[in-house]
Structures are given as C-alpha cells and as structure tokens.
C-alpha cells in the first residue's frame, strides 16, 4: 500500500537533547511538508522541500532542521534551540509544490520533553 | 499573510442530522484552493473536499458539500446523514497559486450524537 510512514508515534526527550523524526513515503511524491500541530491551533509549516537536495524554511522554522537525501525521506531534527517543542508533529507529501495538488499526510508523532 | 477563521470551536449533531460547519479567509489573491480536512481520533489528516476558487460551483463528495462564496471569502462544509464516524476534529486550509504551504484554521471539533 502507498502512503507516508512516520516514526516513532510517541518520542521523549530530555531539555538539551536533539532528536530527529523519520518521515517515509512511497507514493513517488515530489514534494515534502513538515508541519507542527499545538492544542487549540492549526497546523504550521515548519519546512518543506520540493525537490530532493533542496528544502524551504516555513513560518516556525527556528530551532528545525531538515535534510532531503532521498526523495522518499525528509527527516526532521528537532534541536536543543528550539523552545517548546513539544507538540503534534505532521509530515505531509504532494506530487508537486503546485496548489491544486492535494497533500497526503502522515500519522503523526507526538513530540514530550520532559 | 493569509489567514483563515474557523468561529466555531466545537459542534454537535444528532446522528442522520445536517450541520455546517464554517470558515471565512482573507486574501488579495484572485485564484486559490480551499480545502476541508478531518482529523478523526487517531490524529490522522483526511482530506474531505477540495474547491478551486476559479469554480464557481460548489465542490461535493458524497455525503460532503461546500458553500463557497467568493465575494465574501467563505467555505463553510454542509454534512448531511451525519454519522458516528464523523467525529473529529475539522479543519479549513488554503492555499494560495503559486503558495508551498497550507494556511490552516483553528479547527472545528465537530460530535456526532447518537
């Protein structure tokens, strides 16, 4: 079956650590999203990437890296720079950065520090 | 920036019942892309509808209809034959020509009653 695998579902992390979330896909997809998801809000774009090789700060970018290797990975580390990172993490895939072009989503990865 | 309103936090509805849920926006832009999602328990996204803004027909899926009124940048999601498996949380996006990103709403957190 196509779809966008993230793991871990749940991840904990002691202030100070980093930790990178894996975000998978085999649906050929071109284009790749990394969205943050708090109570009582919408989601945020952290960081996207359209083509391999290549990826775009989104509107929460601070204290996120991302790489793109391969067309089928956009890992995300979460650094100790960040302030409050815990939240929903979402990763999202499209065939393309072009508008009409439906994005599919992951499961998710909830995100603790404790 | 673009920024979507969603003034309902939580609804409810009788099982086999019609509700509306709505979402205003606000943009310069002429052509753009609205989206519903659903957001179930498991905190997987769905994408329910999708709209093109150059369209002046109202998008519907099944069970699932929009009314998109352009003039007053509103896209309010009718479900009709509401059932249990309705329950979540619902959320408008848009997405502007051109955009990377999805611009989400609060979110709607919609119960279906029995």
């Known amino acids: 079956d196509g779809g966008i695998t993230q793991s871990p579902k749940y991840l904990f992390r002691k202030e100070g650590q980093n930790v990178t979330l894996s975000c998978e896909q085999n649906?050929?997809?071109?284009?790749m999203y990394w969205y943050r998801q708090d109570p009582g809000q919408g989601l945020r774009l952290i960081y996207y990437?359209?083509?391999?090789?290549?990826?775009q700060k989104g509107d929460i970018a601070e204290g996120y890296s991302v790489s793109r290797e391969k067309k089928e990975s956009f890992p995300l580390t979460v650094t100790s720079a960040q302030k409050n990172p815990t939240a929903f993490y979402l990763c999202a895939s499209s065939r393309g950065a072009v508008s009409y072009n439906e994005q599919f989503f992951g499961p998710g990865t909830r995100l603790t520090v404790l | 920036a673009q920024t979507v309103t969603q003034s309902q936090p939580e609804m409810s509805v009788q099982e086999a019942e019609t509700v509306t849920l709505s979402c205003t926006y606000d943009?310069?832009?002429?052509?753009?892309?609205l989206f519903w999602y659903k957001q179930p328990p498991s905190r997987q996204m769905i994408l329910v509808i999708r709209?093109?803004?150059?369209?002046?027909q109202n998008a519907t899926e099944n069970r699932f209809s929009v009314n998109f009124q352009k003039a007053a940048k509103s896209f309010s999601l009718k479900i009709s034959d509401s059932q249990l498996g309705d329950t979540a949380m619902y959320f408008c996006?848009?997405?502007?020509?051109?955009?990377?990103?999805?611009?989400f709403g609060t979110g709607t957190r919609l119960t279906v009653i029995p």
């Open positions: 649906l050929n997809h071109d284009a």
């Open positions: 943009t310069s832009e002429n052509n753009y892309y």
């Open positions: 709209q093109e803004a150059y369209k002046q």
């Open positions: 996006a848009f997405r502007g020509t051109g955009a990377n990103n999805l611009f």
């Open positions: 990437s359209q083509i391999v090789n290549d990826f």
